[in-house]
């Protein structure tokens, strides 16, 4: 009886987060030392904001009309019931015959969710703090932005994709939709890269005045200028930004005859905070790239100077003392340890020179690495390292130059807008 009365009552005290919240709840008045805290009041506690100052302020474009939108929910839930009706579909999907328009899809998403979620991934890659500070936007007018790679071949730019500065080597084809009496600027910065001043960007393009959605007819204000972020300091933001003016504006004073990299130091704060009652962001997309060999022959050829390099200092790395049958290890990555980088990277090159023939041309580079089977016999440990230099991942790299696969299956063939 007395064993039975015992556990109601345990069963009765109240536990874990709970418990704790009822004791804080007593003792609010109580100053906790740290470890009666969690994590999450702790860093709350030492990132207080006064709400009077630190705010965000909606600086885009205002919000379709609410019938506009009821309208839209109607049409797409018709739209769906219309689909489910449909008996076809069910049949082309079961065999593999239905083909979904993508182009379709991407157009009903940018019309529905897309500016939310571009809004989203724009505040994840921290690009509306940087550019604008305590101010966003939301991306009403679809931007589309992709460079011609030859043979009908696009490199889009969508919203923090990689790109090559290879890839990006000529002005884009930009492609918006607008009303023909209307005026636009685009502007393309990157806020990472500048060389010399802290929290400053480079403008490497600028067009105002564009008349409805031409941008050839534009004034150009800063030629086209391609990225070149430095060897050694990781990926870089660029973003094209582009605003709705509300009449068309004189931008003789950011002109320059022939603008030097000094010239292009530019700051989309206060470009936006002086034209802010004329001008309002409408548009975004961005993209990120990081080094290679084009931008050595761009400090040499175009600006004429040495190209900046960064390198990191990496302490030796430790290793326990090399055992006779090590478990749960591939053994080529387990005895790599242990060996001299040169012979490791000799080993490399001589794999590629004697897959090379001077007088043929060279084989073209698998279009999905990922995709290709290897056959079921073959060691484990060898696909992985197969599929590593596939990649170009790895070691690989110390040898030479991993250009990825070909441009075509990275980026589609799409139409734009």
């Not at 005290?13 to 740290?34: E, H, I, Q, T």
């Not at 590629?352 to 016999?377: T, Y």
Request: aromatic share 12%.
């Amino acid at each position: 009886m007395a064993l039975s009365v015992l556990r109601r009552i345990t069963s009765l005290r109240p536990s874990g987060k709970f418990a704790r919240s009822l004791f804080v709840a007593k003792n609010k008045d109580l100053d906790l030392p740290a470890f009666g805290k969690t994590l999450e009041e702790q860093l709350k506690e030492k990132q207080v904001q006064d709400p009077a100052i630190y705010y965000q302020v909606d600086i885009g474009l205002p919000r379709e009309s609410f019938s506009k939108r009821r309208d839209n929910t109607s049409d797409r839930v018709a739209h769906v019931k219309k689909l489910k009706s449909d008996v076809n579909l069910e049949k082309l999907s079961r065999h593999g015959k239905l083909e979904i328009p993508m182009d379709e899809v991407r157009q009903d998403w940018l019309k529905e969710k897309g500016t939310q979620h571009v809004k989203e991934i724009a505040e994840h890659y921290g690009v509306f703090q940087h550019l604008f500070g305590d101010a966003y936007f939301f991306p009403r007018v679809p931007l589309d932005v992709a460079y011609d790679q030859g043979d009908d071949v696009f490199a889009p730019v969508c919203f923090g994709n990689q790109l090559k500065p290879k890839e990006v080597l000529k002005q884009p084809v930009i492609q918006f939709k607008s009303d023909p009496d209307t005026f636009w600027t685009l502007v393309l910065t990157n806020p990472d890269g500048h060389l010399t001043k802290e929290n400053s960007e480079y403008v490497h393009w600028m067009i105002g005045n564009i008349p409805g959605s031409d941008v050839s007819k534009g004034d150009v204000i800063f030629d086209y200028l391609q990225p070149f972020p430095l060897k050694g300091v990781g990926y870089q933001r660029m973003v094209f930004v582009l605003y709705k003016q509300e009449k068309k504006l004189e931008f003789s004073q950011l002109k320059k005859s022939q603008p030097s990299l000094a010239d292009r130091t530019f700051s989309t704060y206060e470009f936006y905070r002086d034209r802010q009652d004329v001008m309002t962001p409408a548009g975004l997309a961005f993209f990120q790239t990081d080094w290679d060999r084009s931008v050595t022959d761009f400090f040499h050829s175009t600006l004429g100077q040495e190209e900046p390099i960064y390198e990191y200092d990496f302490p030796e790395p430790f290793y326990e003392r090399q055992t006779y049958f090590p478990k749960l290890e591939p053994f080529n990555i387990y005895l790599d340890k242990y060996r001299d980088p040169k012979d490791i990277n000799r080993d490399y090159l001589v794999q590629r020179l004697a897959k090379e023939n001077p007088f043929a041309k060279p084989k073209p580079k698998l279009r999905f690495p990922n995709a290709e089977p290897l056959p079921r016999d073959m060691p484990t440990w060898l696909q992985d390292k197969i599929k590593r230099d596939r990649l170009g991942w790895g070691r690989i790299n110390e040898v030479e130059e991993y250009e990825g696969p070909p441009t075509d299956s990275l980026h589609a063939n799409r139409g734009l807008m």
